[in-house]
């Protein structure tokens, strides 16, 4: 079993600060990807951004500049720093990883439950 668990959500002012946490755990042999989706109320979900190791995070072109992702390895952590946040910024968020459990295995996409980030004055 592999489970994401999401922390630091929560209720900021326009342009003010957030900092998401994910943590993965359970039978992991690797992790590929790492990211945050969001989605709004009868909206597809969307990617935020999304990291590789070695590589360069992506991210969508509405966070470009204001949100970061990084991750930890050793810990099997992602975060999202998230700056400058606007009131369209505010939907519930969901950590993404893809993650083998085995080395014989194919890798699988997991989520987290989610975690509401609000943006209100």
């Known amino acids: 079993q592999v489970q994401l668990v999401e922390s630091g959500g929560g209720l900021v002012q326009p342009g003010g600060s957030l900092r998401l946490s994910c943590t993965a755990s359970?039978?992991?042999?690797?992790?590929?990807?790492m990211g945050w989706y969001r989605q709004a109320p009868g909206k597809e979900r969307e990617l935020v951004a999304s990291?590789?190791?070695?590589?360069?995070?992506k991210y969508a072109d509405s966070v470009k500049g204001r949100f970061t992702i990084s991750r930890d390895d050793a810990r099997n952590m992602v975060y999202l720093q998230m700056n400058s946040l606007k009131l369209e910024d505010t939907t519930v968020y969901y950590c993404?990883?893809?993650?083998?459990?085995?080395?014989?295995?194919?890798?699988?996409?997991?989520w987290g439950q989610g975690t509401q980030v609000t943006v209100s004055s």
């Open positions: 990291i590789i190791s070695g590589s360069s995070p």
């Open positions: 359970g039978t992991i042999f690797s992790i590929n990807a």
């Open positions: 993404n990883a893809n993650i083998k459990r085995r080395s014989y295995l194919d890798a699988s996409d997991y």
